[in-house]
């Protein structure tokens, strides 16, 4: 009987895993550094190091059942088209992200590819079926793991240490955690046991580091799967008065899941606008002063420029201040939403394709149909951190000011500053826009184009490449494009 290889990329776990359930006590797992990968411009040491600590856990998931993980480096087509044993098979878990289709194409014989994820593939009408699949897959039970595996006759070609120096790794973040289904299991345990803190935490930067799950690098790279931290969430609420809370949980594990499919339906996302009325919208307006200024945390604006520093030093930030960032680039800095997206991808420990650029066009209002909420950094200081606890963490120049002074720091005296030692324009910047006039400017020109962007719509191409969830319903999308007006028609 022929071998049948397991090849580990973004499914970094034994259990609840589907191409290793199929393939049984004969599973050899085997895992390929790409260098492509390792190189990226978008991919940063700590993520890889994040990887990297993932493959000490799950190989030591396959000591314990008698296997091991052999680890290769190249192109991974190449490596595993030219194994040297006869009859062998490849069995992987398909990938909405990263995925290459003509992998499948190239190697058809060969290559055994597995859809466990809920993500509905190579059909027509996905939308329409992607919800209940979802949910299908999500409430089902995992499929069964082999008691122990044979031992792995395929030989390490690299050693861990050796990606570490051959790539110059340096881990420039703060220590986000260990990788690995161990520490993922310890911190969804921690998070629901303290489960009556998470619906006051998620909006508040501060609290959201310290009472959300973090099990978004575990689940992106397969540590954890959705469904293992759903079912477990579901058990949990069975005999707890935290049911509800327990819920707002699940249904965001779900939620995650449409993304996915997102991708699957458009695998271009990340590379251009899902309407074409918005592709270039801003592409050349190229403001390299303001661009740095955001990525830099130095716009002016205090909670964007926490949240950016946070960014880069931790690999994460909670939903909201991504959100009010994307925000704050697109609409109020008025830059291409594509150059955003690919900072925020660079730095995050858990970028994901298919989450973070769908996002991002969401919130730069690229899609079309989005309600356009422009986020009001000032607002969200009084919101979610009245006090500045979160502020001052990140911008140490800061933490002089009062919780009043802290909201709008540029309306200072000069005796104000003088006696707090934040100057504004020299330690700590004025605001680079005025947020109000830019705000206002956005929503015009999006009023604007409202009909234009709904039209778009009539195209069928257009229309299933947004992926768009049952609630938008096309045809009351294209009503209401022959029923509003342009401002150019008045």
Known sequence: MGMK??????????????????????????????????????????????????????????????????????????????????????????????FRREMEEKARKKFKGFSGDGVVRNKEGTRRKWKSSAEKYINSKPPELPDSFEDNTLDSRIKLDEIRERHDLKPEKKKFGEGGSREAGKRLQKFLDNIEKYPSSISSPLKAEKNTSHLSPYIRYGCISRRQAYRHAKWRARNSNQAEKLKMFTDRLLWHLNFSQKVEDNPELHKQSVNPVFRDLNKENIDRKKIEAWKKGKTGYPMVDASMRALVQTGWINFRMRAMCATFFSYILEQWWKEGADFFYKHLIDADVSINYYQWQMHSGTVGVHKHRIYNPVKQIRDNDPEGKFIKKYLPELRALSAKQIVKPWEMTEEEQKRTGVEIGKNYPAPVVNHKNKAKKARKFFKAKKAEAYAAFRDDEVWRKASLSPRHDREKILEKASNQKSLNDY
Do not use: M, T
Request: charged share 30%; net charge neutral; proline share 3%.
């Open 5 to 98: 290889v397991v090849w580990h990329r973004y499914d970094l776990r034994l259990r609840d895993n589907k191409a290793l359930s199929e393939a049984g006590k004969q599973a050899v797992p085997v895992y390929i550094f790409d260098p492509k990968w390792l190189e990226h411009d978008l991919v940063s040491d700590s993520r890889i190091e994040f990887v990297l600590e993932c493959l000490i856990d799950i190989n030591r998931q396959y000591r314990s059942k008698g296997s091991r993980i052999s680890l290769f480096y190249g192109n991974p087509i190449q490596i595993l088209g030219n194994l040297k044993y006869e009859g062998y098979e490849i069995y992987f878990n398909k990938d909405a992200n990263h």
